[in-house]
Each structure stands twice: as C-alpha cells, then as structure tokens.
C-alpha cells in the first residue's frame, strides 16, 4: 500500500500522527460518514511497542471521539494496569473510525474504506505487539470466519507484527466467567512483549 504520509514530509512521530488523523477526518469514502458524530481515530503513545484493536466505535466513543472510553473502554484500562500498562503507554484504536449504527458488524466496504487507515496509523507507530479485541476484529484483520476460541493462546502473524487475540472487553462484562481465560491470554501476550523488547512486566494481579 502507497503511504498516505510522505515520510520525508512528515517529521516526528506524534506530527506524523497528527497529521494522519487531520486528513483521516475528513473521510467520505462510506456511507459511515453522514451518520457518525464523530470520526474516532485513535490515542495513545505514538512509539508504543504495544496497540490495542477494536472493532468499531460505540455510541460513547461515536459522541467523544476517543477509542474505548465506555465500559468496555475502563474494563480495558483495567486489564492493561494488571498488566503493567497505563492506558496512555499503548496506542489504542479501532479497524473502523466510524460508529456503524446500532452497533452492527462492520460492512465489507466500510472495511476496505477504513483499513487504509489502520494499516498507515500502524507504520507510524511500530508497535512490537498487537492485542486484537473480539473475534469480529480478529475475522476482520486475517480475513477469516475461525471461531475466537480457535484464534486465542498463541502468537499469531499478520504482516510484519506479532498478534494475540483475546475476548472483546464488551463480552467479558456479559460474561464474566471469560475474564479467566482472557487474563491467560494477556499474561501469555506480556511474556512474549517482554522476550522481544527486553522488558519486565509483573503482572499486578487479575484484573
């Protein structure tokens, strides 16, 4: 894919971001954009060896314009302090920048709408990780209809970034019982993070 940024143009990181999310919001390549009342881009540290994906934007997110700052979005919070993250050392996002409405799946053109933008936010952040909320997600990204049990508790690779998939935090609060295993897939994506970038992250304890 031909960058959307001219790096040579671009500068430091954060401009590069900056600047990415200014000509981003401004999409109309779907029928997305006359619905949404936000376009919902992404935050977080611009150099974090870790992202974090949703799916699409909720209503609270549609209304702010930030990622994940509902109840899933302080679930979410939770599960990366345990895990010996603030919220603002990783760089969070969604595939999508636009609430669908009611919160439907994701369309097949909104995903090819909206992917561009995805792809570019990650060459410009370098993350060394990938966490992939829920298996709408995870079908979206590898392009697969694999059931999210099948898809959990292994690395998985999708171009040049090593991938773990758990539980969408909206479906850990309607079923609680989920939090074990997706805790088993955060600490299993930590002590990889930690093999490849040389760090130590103890987790706190279960969020």
Known sequence: MQNILSREDSGSTPKELALLQETAKECRKCTLAGTRLNFVFGEGNPSAGLAVIGEAPGAEEDASGRPFVGRSGQLLDKILQAAGF?????????????????????????????????????QIVKPKVILILGKVAANTIFE??????SMRGKVAKWKEYDCFITYHPAALLRN????????????????????????????????
Request: proline fraction near 8%.
């Open 86 to 122: 603030a919220r603002q050392e990783v760089y969070i996002c969604n595939i999508l920048k636009c609430r669908p409405p009611g919160n439907r799946n994701p369309l097949q053109d909104e995903i090819k709408s909206c992917m561009p933008w995805l792809l570019e936010q990650l």
């Open 144 to 149: 697969n209809q694999l059931s999210l049990g």
């Open 176 to 207: 609680p019982n989920w939090k074990r295993g997706c805790w088993e897939d955060i600490q299993l994506m930590m002590r990889h993070y930690d093999q490849l970038c040389g760090t130590i992250h103890a987790p706190i304890n279960e969020y």
